[in-house]
Nanobody
Framework: QVKLVESGGDLVQAGGSLRLSCAAS????????MGWFREAPGKDREFVAG????????FYADSVKGRFTISRDNAENTMYLQMNNLKPEDTAVYYC????????????????WGQGTQVTVSS
């Protein structure tokens, strides 16, 4: 059974940084695209960043390009999202997901999601 566990969310001031982690278990992810989504109050869940697990090729939403960096540690089965220059509009619950489609519409084909971690950016 696939299990995704996020951590690292916090309250931070605008301009600050956070690093989110996602520990993945339950099967091998070598063929997967994995990624991060976020959901702000009153808004739909949106794609933030994705990465091919085997090659490490990244993909980003335009809203985070140049500020966020996605990476993974294959040996530890852990994915990261380094978020720099955070803005109040980045405030959301951030979710880790596995078995993603390869855009332009991003979603988890097998509905693999973590429980989410809260990121709050104050102005």
């Amino acid at each position: 059974q696939v299990k995704l566990v996020e951590s690292g969310g916090d309250l931070v001031q605008a301009g600050g940084s956070l690093r989110l982690s996602c520990a993945a278990s339950g099967r091998t992810f070598d063929s997967d695209i994995m990624g991060w989504f976020r959901e702000a109050p009153g808004k739909d869940r949106e794609f933030v960043a994705g990465i091919t697990w085997s090659e490490g090729s990244p993909f980003y939403a335009d809203s985070v390009k140049g500020r966020f960096t996605i990476s993974r540690d294959n040996a530890e089965n852990t994915m990261y999202l380094q978020m720099n220059n955070l803005k109040p509009e980045d405030t959301a619950v951030y979710y880790c997901a596995a078995d993603l489609t390869l855009g332009p519409v991003w979603y988890s084909r097998s509905d693999y999601w973590g429980q989410g971690t809260q990121v709050t950016v104050s102005s």
